[in-house]
């Protein structure tokens, strides 16, 4: 028979235990009873198991930033460490009778990790107020202060209270009070309580069992408090952010949901019915550590846009309306008003370059990107809104197949008084490789020494290759980013019809945008291909020896640095082959502070080459004063967007005296052997 305190208890962990659940429930009703879109993926197991181990149990994606990433992960182990404690402690609460699941050494093992950790989780709590309050980490600063001490606050009383129990055992007072936990371990099991314990002044006899009930009655108070409140707060993380990395979307990265506009109603997200239930997952998961906007381009160079605030924001919106949805407070088209103003300023959406920073730097997975593109689309699609630039990339896009306004005959002027086919001319020519050139390497002047370049190189390692002359468009990827699917699609399409009809199957291109979207965007618009960026080739044809380079006399002079593409990088995690493309020929060679997956953005993705940047600095300057700060001489890129942003800011910021700005196939096409 329950003693009435076990009574109490049941009730008190009971009642806990309901409200913790409703608002799962709400948060869950949310989810799957607002979206209209309709989200599937694979099961794909092995891979989930993976994702799960390395970023949930192992904190990987957290540990890149070393401070807060040991700091976490010791939180986490802490309070998994500690669940062995607390089952206990209530499981002896409601049943005195009951014993610990092992016993001996196991037991032993297990409590003396316990008391451990309870130490390291105070502090962990110590280093946490100085990390926010005292050093006034910039990316805490305005965000949830008061729930972050008020976490702290519990974290500490519940092992404050754990030590207290702890000596009270060890001094001998909880000695025969019904319930008393773990009256039989031995002192060595608990080193730090032990110490505790015989460093303290003895806590009376006549207060011993006062003394004991109430630290007790806190330490379950505080851990049920805690249970109530987790779901309510940001710390709704700790039961979303793992099942976020469990079902993270195995689709590439950066790859956008294609719109079907024969069936879909909806384009784009204009209220909080157009995210899917992922979507809502990602918002739920979000910890506003703040990761992702100390890592964005943007919000670095003085924009207003913060990938945390729009998630969080999002995420706000989304409780707010559900609630009121759920409450019959009104049908969805009068509660659920559109997100893009308010809370989302459209400025905002627009100084995102799509960089995907953000997303590599979020240690619980949430995609950023998507949800900006998609409030774009719905812009664009549905008001026809956007900055003034945009509307005339997308008419020249319409007009000429190109961002820029030339006569679509002239694309491959560039390649006069070089032998090369041309299958706009001569469709019948057979080739192994088509060398897709893109829309900057073919009309903008800088660039096409970049086409030029690598014609010269595959050349020189006899590639059977042709390009497609006149019937090369754009790939679709400025409009696509920037929220004009409709072109996009347009573009697309007809580039899958001319690659059929030329029976494609290898392609090679300079441009990382070109690239990624052939690579990754047109798998979903029925063609399959075998694509290589050129540094990869390149370097393919290197290391085959079937291309030979030689440093140039100057080149021990030269101190060389490489800016890595985000669509190259981040998005298709290729870092080595430019840099050993490098390595042929360079002696000096410096990384910037920002390099591969945490590279600074040149400030040109997601459509914003062909927009003007009015607010804040010029990403490209920052990067090119990264750039200054190693000394380099030469910034080698592999990107045709890089080159124009760089070497923009190089002449903006006076350097063009002491720097210079190259792309790898230009270096080594002056170098062949």
Not at 88 to 106: H, Q
Not at 268 to 277: N, Q, V
Not at 354 to 372: N, R, S, W, Y
Not at 537 to 543: A, G, H, K, N, V
């Amino acid at each position: 028979m329950l003693y009435l305190f076990s009574a109490l208890l049941l009730i008190s962990i009971l009642v806990a235990v309901g409200l913790f659940l409703y608002s799962i429930y709400e948060n869950a009703w949310n989810m799957f009873r607002i979206p209209v879109k309709r989200l599937s993926m694979p099961i794909d197991v092995l891979r989930r198991i993976y994702l799960v181990v390395r970023n949930v149990f192992l904190q990987g994606k957290l540990l890149k930033e070393r401070g807060g990433g040991v700091m976490h992960f010791l939180f986490f182990w802490g309070f998994i460490t500690f669940a062995a404690y607390s089952s206990y402690f209530f499981l002896k609460g409601l049943d005195p009778s009951i014993g610990f699941f092992v016993s001996g050494t196991l037991e032993y093992a297990i409590f003396f990790t316990v008391d451990i950790f309870a130490a390291v989780l105070l502090a962990d709590v110590v280093y946490s107020v100085y990390r926010r309050w005292i050093r006034k980490i910039p990316r805490y600063q305005g965000y949830n202060g008061f729930e972050a001490s008020l976490i702290l606050i519990l974290i500490a009383g519940l092992m404050i209270t754990y030590y207290m129990l702890a000596v009270a055992r060890l001094q001998g007072i909880s000695a025969g009070i019904p319930g008393s936990i773990l009256e039989t371990l031995p002192a060595w099991a608990s080193p730090i309580s032990s110490f505790l314990a015989s460093s303290l002044p003895r806590i009376p006899s006549s207060m011993g069992p006062t003394f004991y009930w109430v630290t007790w009655s806190v330490h379950a108070f505080i851990f049920l408090a805690f249970l109530v409140y987790i779901p309510r707060s940001k710390h709704l993380h700790l039961v979303a952010a793992p099942l976020n990395v469990l079902l993270a979307d195995s689709k590439p990265i950066g790859e956008l949901t294609k719109i079907d506009f024969e069936k879909d109603t909806r384009f784009g997200a204009t209220d909080i019915r157009d995210f899917s239930w992922k979507d809502y997952l990602d918002f739920y998961a979000c910890t506003e550590c703040g990761r992702c906007t100390a890592n964005c381009p943007a919000n670095m160079t003085g924009k207003t846009l913060s990938p945390r605030d729009v998630i969080w924001d999002l995420r706000e919106t989304v409780m707010a309306q559900g609630r009121a949805l759920r409450h019959g407070q009104g049908e969805a088209d009068t509660v659920l008003t559109t997100v893009i103003g308010n809370p989302i300023r459209e400025n905002d959406l627009w100084s995102c370059t799509t960089c995907m920073a953000c997303v590599e730097q979020c240690p619980v997975m949430i995609d950023h990107v998507d949800k900006i593109v998609e409030m774009r689309r719905s812009m664009v699609l549905n008001q026809g809104k956007a900055p003034q630039e945009a509307l005339a990339m997308f008419s020249n896009i319409e007009s000429y197949f190109s961002p820029y306004a030339n006569d679509p005959a002239s694309r491959a002027d560039w390649a006069q008084g070089i032998e090369i086919v041309d299958l706009s001319k001569t469709p019948e020519t057979t080739y192994e490789y088509l060398y897709w050139v893109g829309c900057l390497s073919s009309y903008d002047r800088r660039n096409q020494e970049i086409a030029r370049s690598t014609v010269k190189l595959l050349k020189a390692a006899g590639v059977n290759f042709a390009i497609l002359g006149a019937e090369e468009k754009c790939t679709g990827d400025p409009a696509r980013r920037a929220g004009n699917e409709y072109l996009a699609q347009n573009m697309i399409t007809q580039n899958v019809e001319t690659l059929k009809k030329h029976r494609v199957q290898k392609v090679i291109a300079t441009c990382p945008h070109c690239f990624n979207s052939l690579k990754n965007d047109y798998r979903k618009f029925g063609i399959e291909l075998e694509v290589y960026h050129h540094t990869q080739f390149i370097d393919s044809l290197i290391r085959d020896g079937k291309l030979k380079i030689q440093a140039a006399d100057g080149d021990k002079d030269e101190v060389f640095t490489y800016h890595d593409p985000c669509y190259l990088g981040r998005f298709n995690r290729e870092f080595d082959a430019p840099r050993s493309l490098i390595g042929t020929f360079a002696t000096d060679f410096r990384e910037m502070k920002m390099n591969k997956t945490k590279s600074f953005c040149c400030g040109a993705g997601g459509g914003r080459l062909f927009m003007n940047e009015t607010e804040g600095t010029k990403i490209s300057h920052k990067r090119i004063e990264m750039a200054a700060e190693v000394d380099a001489s030469t910034v080698v890129t592999a990107c045709p967007f890089c080159m124009t942003m760089l070497d923009d800011a190089r002449k903006v910021t006076n350097r063009e005296e002491n720097m210079d700005i190259k792309d790898v196939s230009e270096l080594l096409a002056s170098r062949i052997k």
